[in-house]
């Protein structure tokens, strides 16, 4: 594959930019090679400055879930451009979008939006220990909330990445208040909570942990924070940057039946724009300036193009739920597919998939957790990243990330993303003997 104009690009990007991109995982360093700098894109497609086409299972790490460019937002955003690009002031469409929220999730009483996924977790947390009174809170191992301070502690995504053991610029001060167990392990938190009795001001969790590859809540975890969240006056908060409004329409808490405290939304809810929101039950919300004195406000936030892309989709994804049936499937043929040409290669693999969010592991053991993520054979992921890379298909350049489905993938594709697999698995094979 010719990636000619891409790597006269990074060359160039190099010498402007941190590391000639603007997030860290995108600069293929773990996997190595050159990254491919992209022009345009359009339903399951991607297509770089050189002319390459590719499947696309990345799909802007999660919201274009109905593909890129679809018609009725990108119209829509073109028609509101018009009427000024900021306000800074109210306006009906962020009524209207927060309604439009409301109606679709559970356990939303008032929702505030903000401009990324970062600020909606870092938020919510701020929430939750002014709420509370109390400091201390507890996140998962290889689990990813955005890049605010506190949770830059045993972080998945790029921190896994590159294998950031601590992040320079977090100070022992605040990661002291950042308490970590391992995903799936309710004893572990059970402890925790007994040791920092009354200290403890949130738990928040990936409901479906997209950031050290795609894991799974075993049966009865999430039910069993749920209850010790209740019982010790634990603020619940549900990170569905990922999976809000992609595994159900009401997002992981409808399709897993858990109901959480404080939720947190980024991605699909901005349909590509730069939007994030978090929102819950109003006794906690009411503590959120102007209503209280957790402060928290935003020049962009509500922004009306912002706004208008996201109102669009999540209006569509409203109107057509057979979305949601259709992804469901598109997954379960995908996993089918892989399935049949992992096991003929021989190579110890394990796929986790839940509706539109899918990864692969090479490993032996079941993947549950993030040590069992780092022990997988995540050399040869990168090696299988750049096979299918060559064959038109873009993965997350990580192990440590999910792949997200979109709706706009057809049989056809899936077909060539399975075979494409075989091929490179194949090859693989070949180098390694
Ligand atoms: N935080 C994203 C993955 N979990 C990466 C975002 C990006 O590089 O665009």
Redesign the pocket.
Known sequence: MNIQKSKELFDRAQRSIPGG?N????AFKSVGGNPVFLQSAKGAYLYDVDGNRYIDYIN??GPMILGHAFEPVVEAIQKKAADSTSFGAPTELEVEMAELVKSMVPNVDLVRMVSSGTEACMSALRLARGYTGRNKFIKFEGC?H?HADSFLVKA???VATFNIQTVPGVTGGVSTDTLTAPYNDLEAVQQLVAENKGEIAAIIIEPVA??MGCILPQPGFLEGLRKLCTEEGIVFIFDEV?TGFRLAQGGAQERLKIDADLVTYGKVIGAGMPVGAFGGKLEIMKHIAPLGNVYQAGTLSGNPLAMIAGYTLLSHLKNNPSIYTELEEKGAYLEKGLKVVLQESGIPYVINHLGSMISIHFSEKPVVDFASAASANNALFNNYFHAMLDKGVYL?PSAF?TWFLSHALSKEDLDRTIEATKKSLNELAKVSV
């Not at 997030?23 to 995108?26: G, Q």
């Open positions: 991109v997030s860290p995982v995108r802007s790490w990813y955005g998945g995504s790029g997209g950031n990922m997350p990330e």
